[in-house]
Antibody, heavy 122, light 111 residues
Framework: QMQLQESGPGLVKPSQTLSLTCTVSGGSISSGSYYWAWIRQHPGKGLEWIGYIYSSGSTYYTPSLKSRVIMSVDTSKNQFSLKLSSVTAADTAVYYC??????????????WGQGTLVAVSS | QSALTQPASVSGSPGQSITISCTGTSSDVGSYNYVSWYQQHPGKAPKMMIYDVSNRPSGVSNRFSGSKSGNTASLTISGLQAEDEADYYCCSYTSNNTRYVFGTGTKVTVL
């Protein structure tokens, strides 16, 4: 059974870059059957889709964050990553990585990491 | 892109059925059969309960069912159990370039 695990700093200073990595185990990130997504949840709030990366490296970012987001994939390490630049307190959230199945339609996030809380504070 | 509208809370007694609504627009719920539902227990990651409006992933109880009419999708939980107490979020594909929009979330309480 595939599992996803986020890792990265839990505290980032304002104006700096948030960097998170999602390690995929129990399967290959190179499978063409999935998109690899990042989703965040502000404290006590709902979910917000940030974007996805495909194993080929193609990406799609939500417009509101597009100017600050870069996603990448490292197939040799079975990992994909999120970088969010120029962070502010509004970026404080729990960040989840998730697997989206390509074949079963859109928005099928069937496996999630446990989530990691990132706080933006000086 | 505004979030899909869900009731803030829904409650029911064990064994009863409850329905959670998810109202969107003709740009999302109303035009696409790409509505999914997620269950989230406190401090845990979301778990997919329904995809493509009414399909249940393997391992999800058949007490959970989904449907859609017009711009509103619904999740019904029948035979309510204590373990169903959680937050529930809907999600829809949208023709806006945000691609996906989530609902505001509904807290389900088992009385």
């Amino acid at each position: 059974q595939m599992q996803l695990q986020e890792s990265g700093p839990g505290l980032v200073k304002p104006s700096q870059t948030l960097s998170l990595t999602c390690t995929v185990s129990g399967g290959s990130i190179s499978s063409g059957s999935y998109y690899w997504a990042w989703i965040r949840q502000h404290p006590g709030k709902g979910l917000e889709w940030i974007g996805y990366i495909y194993s080929s490296g193609s990406t799609y970012y939500t417009p509101s964050l597009k100017s600050r987001v870069i996603m990448s994939v490292d197939t040799s390490k079975n990992q994909f990553s999120l970088k969010l630049s120029s962070v502010t307190a509004a970026d404080t959230a729990v960040y989840y990585c998730a697997r989206e199945i390509v074949a079963t339609g859109l928005g099928t996030f069937d496996i999630w990491g446990q989530g990691t809380l990132v706080a933006v504070s000086s | 892109q505004s979030a899909l509208t869900q009731p803030a809370s829904v409650s029911g007694s064990p064994g009863q059925s409850i329905t959670i609504s998810c109202t969107g627009t003709s740009s999302d719920v109303g035009s696409y059969n790409y509505v999914s539902w997620y269950q989230q227990h406190p401090g845990k990651a979301p778990k997919m309960m329904i995809y493509d409006v009414s399909n249940r992933p393997s391992g999800v109880s058949n007490r959970f069912s989904g449907s859609k009419s017009g711009n509103t999708a619904s999740l019904t939980i029948s035979g309510l159990q204590a373990e169903d107490e959680a937050d529930y979020y809907c999600c829809s594909y949208t023709s806006n370039n945000t691609r996906y929009v989530f609902g505001t979330g509904t807290k389900v309480t088992v009385l």
